[in-house]
């Protein structure tokens, strides 16, 4: 069964700590999306990669916040430092797109909340 | 601007009764619409889109959406809720020529009551 996969599952820190988020989207996607998720602001898109090149971060503060994918099977985010107002679930999710063919599902995981004191 | 709009924070209803979610959009061009539903603790999971052609779609567990374009709305349906449908439910819009770059509403969470 496949299905996107992060860690950590959940992430205590303090303030001014580096948190490093990973995701292993599945085997054959070329769309990796992340996402934040908060009771005030819902959910909010952070960034996403399409053939492991990054179309759109324009969700994301540059300042603190970072996102790569090093090889298709994994896609990283980096809060550094990390600030309370950073407290939230962070989704990633993965989908398949061509050029003139589309399948508009995306697969979810489970999420990484993160909690910063 | 392109937006989603989940008029309603929370839908009651009772087990048996149909239920419906409401779904409106502001995205220019024909977007693809998509309905998704998150359980506690969980990521978001898939239940149906609208691409083309049949207004009515029909998805998973039993749900099934209207699309409406003159009104650009996108309602989700079930004829009879059950207690498990109990959740939040999100709808989404993506543009055809940038379909990689979905807006999410804000989310409507249903109760489904015995």
């Known amino acids: 069964d496949a299905r996107v996969t992060q860690t950590p599952r959940d992430k205590v820190t303090e303030m001014g700590q580096e948190v490093t988020m990973r995701c292993q989207p599945i085997?054959?996607?070329?769309?990796v999306f992340w996402y934040r998720q908060t009771m005030m602001q819902g959910l909010e898109l952070l960034a996403y990669?399409?053939?492991?090149?990054?179309?759109?971060d324009s969700g994301m503060p540059k300042d603190r916040f970072s996102a790569e994918m090093p090889d298709a099977t994994l896609a990283t985010l980096k809060i550094q430092p990390s600030e309370p107002r950073d407290s939230a679930v962070y989704f990633c999710?993965?989908?398949?797109?061509?050029?003139?063919?589309?399948?508009?599902?995306?697969?979810f995981g489970e999420g990484s909340r993160l909690t910063v004191l | 601007a392109q937006s989603v709009a989940q008029p309603e924070d929370q839908v009651n209803v009772a087990e048996g009764n149909p239920l419906t979610v409401k779904c409106t959009y502001s995205?220019?061009?024909?977007?693809?619409l998509f309905w998704y539903v998150q359980y506690p603790n969980r990521g978001l999971q898939f239940l149906l889109k609208?691409?083309?052609?049949?207004?009515l779609v029909k998805g998973s567990y039993g749900f099934e959406a209207e699309f409406n374009k003159s009104q650009t709305s996108f309602h989700l349906k079930k004829p009879s809720a059950l207690v498990s449908d109990s959740a939040l439910y999100f709808c989404?819009?993506?543009?055809?020529?940038?379909?990689?770059?979905?807006?999410f509403g804000s989310g409507t969470k249903l109760n489904v009551k015995p």
């Open positions: 995205v220019s061009g024909n977007p693809y």
């Open positions: 989404a819009v993506s543009q055809r020529h940038n379909f990689n770059k979905f807006y």
């Open positions: 990669f399409r053939n492991r090149a990054p179309l759109d």
């Open positions: 999710a993965s989908g398949w797109s061509l050029q003139g063919s589309y399948t508009g599902e995306l697969f």
């Open positions: 085997l054959g996607h070329n769309t």
């Open positions: 609208y691409i083309t052609g049949d207004n």
